[in-house]
């Protein structure tokens, strides 16, 4: 398994004391990192996959607010289901896939 060249670009565009935080390996499950890049910028890195149930219904109360947006990569009618499907798989996006369901 060969490590993804995405993972160090990931690094690089935060700022200095910057976080990067991950619930997923968006990278791939194993990535190479240089400890330099992690402490010469005085980086955070953090996994995250349990959170206080507070922590949802703040998030929903902030997009509902428009506080923030979750970045959405695409978006595809239901009917392209599949070609939505590969395009996660493929790890090349930033963000949501939405599916489109009409009616």
Known sequence: MGHDPRWPALLNA???????????????????LDLRSLYLKDLT???????????????????????????????????ELRVAQEAFLEKSHMGKIGIEISG
């Open 14 to 32: 935060l700022v200095p004391r910057g976080r990067y935080v991950t619930s997923g390996a968006i990278a791939g499950p194993v990535v190479e």
């Open 45 to 79: 890195l953090v996994g995250s996959t349990r959170q206080d149930p507070s922590v949802f219904t703040d998030l929903v109360g902030y997009i509902e607010l428009g506080d923030i947006r979750p970045v959405l990569a695409e978006r595809r009618p239901l009917h």
